[in-house]
């Protein structure tokens, strides 16, 4: 297949060749498994999500035109699935399953279209949230932080001539490349590419996820971004997020029903999926939390994915709890995905080697690394950390406590309560790059 001149691309862009979001499959996997749960079981709930951005140094509102934003969050609007697609989704097997979607899910699936949005300024920052029903709004969270991150990098590229975009692509290529030659000196390696959300661009993701496909082999597993799977015969990858024990948690009546919520969500998700995608997410309200009062019945699950704590602290905690259920780590798997860089994935997979199985879901450092690349100084193409969040469920502010207390979000008073309900330890503050 012929490769794309991703710097001529660029210079001479067009809108309409290049829409950033192309198509509604060009989102995270995990969103239509959550999906479909949704709207099989909660489709009267409201849900909002709310962008939020962590790096409060970079005022995107300062960076990102307005009209810009808008044209290409109204283009993701007209967008819907396509005949192929829904083909694709009804006919294909993913983890090993075949029709994993059911039959009358799929046929609400075909008019699916994105709801309205809110867009306002504040302080140098976009005010951007997507009020309405759950099972429309959760699909806006990947196309919105990819309009977003995407415009950034168009923006600090605007000035760039073809030789300089030429040696910034050709740069961020050979970055990318010794990556990957380093990931391929290591035996047995499962990785797999979690980058939409907060990529350079979706032609830059595309042309990462093809070098790991030549590059490390049948090392890598699979990518999360559906569009890139089909177009590239690749697995699909990804299980669920922390929206749905923020919902569960937002909608509980008691502190009981408030406590039990991360274990209610485990429950709902095992009537529709088993087998490999019974992988726990369980810092939502702190992995010290979820572990202590969790159920003997959460052990028997495949594997954890520790998503904010440090790797090899937070992977050893969960290999202690497995083996005080009376459960062998090496049957069990763990999936590492925060903010992982090359060094993160060679010292946890030599921490863990031999005690356990072991994935990595490689994101933001593998799909937006463009620090040092640019010809000319520049900090407007090093990645930030911007997340789109629930930020109310029916009316209720919704929370997230996390193993990082950087990355909690919600109102301040409900954070304090939650706190107060799932307790501070374990929560340790590291800094958030991406």
């Known amino acids: 297949m012929a490769k794309t001149d991703i710097a001529r691309r660029v210079y001479n862009h067009t809108w309409k060749l290049d829409p950033i979001v192309r198509s509604l499959l060009d989102t995270d996997f995990y969103k239509l498994l959550m999906l479909q749960m949704i709207w099989g079981m909660y489709p009267k709930v409201d849900a909002t999500f709310t962008l939020i951005n ?24 007209t967008l819907r699935f396509s005949k192929k697609e829904m083909i694709w989704l009804g006919g294909n097997t993913f983890y090993g399953r075949k029709q994993i979607f059911e039959p009358e899910f799929l046929a609400w699936l075909e008019d699916f279209r994105l709801p309205n949005y809110e867009l306002s300024r504040r302080d140098g920052q976009y005010v951007l949230s997507f009020p309405g029903p759950w099972m429309y709004t959760t699909l806006w969270e990947i196309p919105a932080l990819a309009i977003i991150n995407e415009l950034r990098s168009r923006a600090a590229m605007r000035s760039f001539g073809p030789f300089a975009l030429d040696v910034l692509y050709a740069r961020a290529k050979a970055k990318m490349w010794d990556k990957t030659e380093r990931l391929k000196a290591l035996p047995g390696i499962r990785i797999s590419d979690f980058g939409t959300r907060r990529r350079h661009s979706f032609l830059w993701q595309r042309w ?129 995905s925060d903010g992982l860089e090359v060094e993160t994935i060679e010292e946890a997979y030599r921490h863990f080697k031999g005690k ?30 911007l997340v789109c969040k629930v930020s109310e469920a029916n009316g209720r502010p919704a929370v997230k406590l996390s ?20 307790g501070e330890k374990g929560r340790v503050e590291q800094l958030v790059k991406v």
């Open 54 to 77: 962590r790096t409060t140094s970079v005022r995107l509102a300062d960076e990102i035109d307005e009209g810009e934003l808008r044209e290409q969050l109204d283009h993701a609007r």
């Open 208 to 336: 990462c996820v093809e070098a790991l496909k030549e590059g490390i082999g049948d090392a890598f597993t699979g990518t999360s971004n559906v569009l890139l799977a089909m177009d590239n015969d690749l697995e699909a990858l990804g299980t669920n997020a922390h929206e749905l024990p923020m919902v569960f948690a937002a909608l509980a009546n008691s502190e009981e029903e408030l406590r039990e919520a991360p274990y209610k969500v485990l429950q709902d998700w095992q009537r529709y999926y088993g087998g490999n995608l019974l992988i726990v997410l369980p810092d939502t309200f702190g992995t010290a939390a979820f572990l202590r009062d969790a159920p003997d019945w959460i052990a028997d699950w495949t594997g954890f994915r520790p998503d904010s704590a440090p790797p090899i602290e937070g992977g050893e905690k969960i290999l202690s709890w497995w083996r005080e259920k009376g459960k062998d780590p090496k049957q069990k798997l763990l999936i590492f």
């Open 356 to 385: 356990v199985r072991m994935s990595f879901g490689w994101g933001t450092n593998l799909t937006n690394d463009f620090e040092g690349c640019a010809p000319t100084e520049t900090k407007s193409l090093d990645a930030i950390s």
């Open 403 to 422: 193993d990082n207390p950087a990355k909690a979000t919600g109102d301040e008073k409900e954070i304090k309560r939650y706190l107060r309900i799932f």
